[in-house]
Structure formats: C-alpha cells, structure tokens
C-alpha cells in the first residue's frame, strides 16, 4: 500500500512538472521522458531463535496490524503410497480440530473474536499457515499459533469432516475440461514419482487420526519452521514473545527434505480423454526446469514471448487474435523447487480445429528454436518481467514471506536483489540458446478432452502412440 502511494506521488508530481512546459515545445506524447523507475528491495531482518527457529521480519508502521506466515517443512512428498491425501487432511484437521486448552469449537471462538484471519494448507514440500490480526491481539495470537504448532488436538470429529470434503472433491475433480486435461498430463510426466500422485477415495479414507499425530511428530519442530512476521510491531518486542511462546519448545530432530528422484521421462503419448463437449480443452508438452538451471532467466524471458505474456505473446497472438481458434492460450514453465517443474501449452478450442490448434503450438514453438526473437520483443518481455516483480511487492508482508520462502527453498542470498539485473542482462542468443536446450516440439506429451469423432483429422496423425483414458477419477497414470 504504502509502495502504491509512493508511485503515484511521483506520476503526480511528473504531470505537473510537465503541465507547466512549453506546450509549443512537446508536439507528440513520444517527447515525454519520464524518469526511471527506481525500486530498492525493501530490507528484511532475519534472526535464529536460540531452539533454531528460522525468523524473518519487517517493521510497518503504516497500519496497526501484523501478519504471520509459517512455513513446516514436510507436504504431501511425504504421504505413503497407501495413504495419499494425508498432508491435505493433516492440514485441514490441524486448523479445525483445536489445540491446547482449545476445543475445536473454543478455537473458532477466539480467533473470530479477535477478528484474526487464520489458514493453514499443504503443497508438496511444505505445510503453511497465515495469521493476520490486529496489533493488540498479536501476543494473544501468537500463543494461540503456538498451541497449534505444538499441541494440536487433531479432533477425530474434525478429520472425519475433513475427509468427506476430501471425498467430494475427489469425486467432482474431473468435472472441468481444462483442469482433467492438466491433470492427466501432471500424472504422465511425473509417473511412478509422488509429484503424479493424487488422493483417491481409498488412500484419503484410510487415513486415521493416528497417522495425522505420526506426521505432527515427524516434522513439527523448531528446525523444521520458517516463520514471517510483518507489521506494527518492533524487533525487541517480537523477541520477547517469540521466547514466551516458543522458547521452552524442544529443537527436535530436522527432517530430511531431499525428494526421490525422478525417473525417465516417459516416452511422448496422446492421451485422449473422451466427453462430449463441443470443445476440446488441450495442454501439451514436456519436463522443464527446476531454480538452479543455468539458464533460468532465459527461459524466463523465452516463456513470456512464447505464451506467458498474455496480448503480447506468440501463441496469443498468432491463435486468437490472427485465427481467432481459441479465446486463450498460454505456455508455462513451472521452476521446480527441488526438482523438475512441467512445461506444458494450454488452451480450449472447437472441435473441428483441435489438430490444427495442435499443430500450430508446435509450429510456433519450433520458430523460438530457429531464428533469434526480435529485439522489441525481447525488449518488451524484460521490461514486462521486471516491472511485474516491482508491483509483486505493494506491501511489507509479500517482502518478508518471498523472503522466508526463497530461503525454505535454498535459494541464493542475493536472487531478489539481483532479479532484475539478470533478467536485463538476458540477450536475444540466449533466448535462442534456452528455446533448443528447453524446447523439444515434436517431443511433446498431448492431452486432449474431447470428442475426437468431431475432431477435424484422426489424432493419430499427430504422429504418437493415441492412449485413451478411463472416464472418471481413477488412478491412471501412477
């Protein structure tokens, strides 16, 4: 907030400057030269709380509120084969299922007095949490998070509502064309890996309380936490009640973090996923990249002028604007944390132009590996990348949690200072380069949820091996 006041008090002050010039003088709006926009990444404090706690933190006066975001090392990676959805449910029932002195119901009552905002999820690596309320409340809600870090009740009740949740959006997942075909493609990229894995109704419901307090043990320990904190508070006094709240917590073992590795990349396939629709939702593509790739920033760059840069970028451009096949397209390279992300081309279109839609990604993906982008293209991505990441930080809390979190994932100390400067430094060649390491056209995985009897050519002339899939959420794949 504070960053948006600070930007429009400098566009301000540029149109009065420029109201008061010569108007002979500026015969075209190209004659404004607005000065650059200059963005220092804000500092963060970071500090070890004596049990090994990892804290980082940011003094913002400017409202009387504070925020936390809490990350615990160990997510769904860690569910067993027999047992996946255990993480999404452990999470679930951690937040509804009380902690402490604090019945689920109590817990519920406290927070909502408070007027406290307070999540907790899972993703692959990690358990997080959020809590964002007033500064008089702050030590209150800090006990309150401490309980449920430490002493969580995991009420069976709660779980069992947490798994008929579950059940359900097991049951409705492949309701949306776009979201099975992702689906589909996530479970042949990574199979036989626990990134393809998702829950089914016999894994989710054979999850007991039992197991959610053997995850609790397994990971919840100082060592194992990262923790955000921003707002209308000073450093001391954080201390202070960090030690009140945390300091008699035992260290505890730190978990191992290393994922398996993934195996070979499956040969290319056709999936064809039969509905009866009058559209065919299409997403292709391959294994990308993960944070440490040398080429990082290339690919970066090479993504948004393929189809990451929405009006502005190549697929868009060429399949709706110019053919008008599909009202959106995009590409996206996912940089995988600790291991390979997916690389994958998305978008919906009629049936009778779903090869030719196909074919068209991949021709347009072939030109990137062929011939050097055009500097104004490579020009308006970098500038594009680089101004989107000044505006990801409007305010002190999305600084400190990208802070904590670049550090969960081992990060380089200097990779927000240094964003820009290497996204700026990426030339056209390099591009070039990224687009024959990273693209492989005609290696391509293809996804299509359709139906192929309105296609406009059979898909087998896409030149693979055509698997169809079974209706409903079943486990394919794995």
């Known amino acids: 907030m504070r960053r948006r006041a600070e930007i429009f008090l400098v566009v301000a002050a540029f149109l009065a400057t420029g109201c008061s010039l ?6 075209s709006p190209r004659q404004f030269k607005a000065p650059p926009l200059v963005f220092d990444f804000p500092a963060v404090e970071r500090f070890d709380t004596a049990n090994g706690i990892r804290v980082f933190f940011r003094e913002d006066r400017e409202l009387p509120l504070v925020s936390v975001s809490v990350m615990i090392s160990g997510g769904s990676l860690h569910d067993p084969d027999g047992k996946v959805g255990l993480a999404e449910l452990f999470a679930a029932t951690l937040r509804s299922g009380g902690a402490g002195p604090h019945s689920p119901d109590r817990l519920d009552d406290l927070l909502e007095q408070m007027g406290a905002d307070f999540g907790v999820s899972a993703d692959s690596y990690a358990v997080q949490m959020g809590l964002s309320l007033r500064r008089e409340d702050f030590e209150q809600g800090l006990g ?10 995991l ?3 709660r779980l069992d509502l947490a798994k008929k949740r579950l059940a359900e959006t097991i049951r409705r997942r492949d309701d949306v064309p ?62 202070q009640v960090l030690e009140r709240s945390f300091g008699d917590w035992p260290p505890g073992p730190v978990t191992p973090t290393t994922p398996p590795p993934l195996p070979p990349a499956p040969d290319p396939e056709l999936l064809l996923a039969r509905r009866d629709l009058s559209q065919t939702a299409i997403v292709l593509g391959h294994l990308g990249i993960e944070k440490s790739a040398p080429d990082l920033f290339e690919v970066q760059v090479l993504d948004f002028i393929l189809g990451g840069g929405g009006f502005n970028s190549r697929l868009m451009r060429e399949i709706r604007s110019n053919r008008g096949l599909a009202y959106s397209v995009y590409s996206h390279f996912q940089i995988g ?20 839609v196909v074919e068209l990604i991949r021709s347009l993906a072939e030109e990137m590996r062929q011939k050097p982008v ?5 020009r308006l991505a970098q500038e594009s990348l680089i101004n989107s990441f000044v505006f990801a930080f409007e305010d002190s809390h999305a600084v400190v949690s990208r802070a904590a979190r670049l550090d969960f994932y081992g990060y380089p100390e200097d990779y927000l200072r240094s964003y820009r400067d290497h996204v700026a430094a990426v030339t056209a060649q390099g591009v070039l380069d990224a687009a024959r390491r990273r693209l ?11 139906k192929p009897e309105g296609f406009d050519a059979a898909p087998e002339t896409l030149g693979l091996p055509v698997r169809e899939l079974p209706a409903g959420s079943g486990t394919e794949g794995r």
């Not at 989710?204 to 060592?223: C, E, Q």
């Not at 944390?337 to 030719?356: K, N, Y």
């Not at 055009?374 to 490579?378: N, S």
């Open 155 to 157: 009420d069976g009740t």
């Open 440 to 450: 492989d056209p005609r290696g391509f995985s293809i996804v299509l949820v359709g």
């Open 22 to 27: 010569d108007s002979v003088s500026l015969r």
């Open 337 to 356: 944390r600790r291991l390979p992300g997916l690389f994958w081309v998305g978008c919906e279109t009629r049936s009778d132009a779903t090869i030719q």
């Open 144 to 153: 309150i998070l401490a309980e449920v870090l430490r002493r969580p009740l």
């Open 374 to 378: 055009a500097e104004e293209e490579l």
């Open 178 to 239: 776009r979201q099975l075909a992702l689906e589909r493609f996530r479970r042949h990229l990574y199979r036989g890996h626990p990134l393809g894995r998702e829950p089914t109704l016999e894994t989710a419901g054979s999850v007991s309380r039992s197991d959610l307090t053997a995850f609790h043990r397994r990971h919840f320990h100082p060592g194992n936490l990262w923790l955000a904190v921003s707002g209308d508070i000073g450093g001391s006094q954080l201390q």
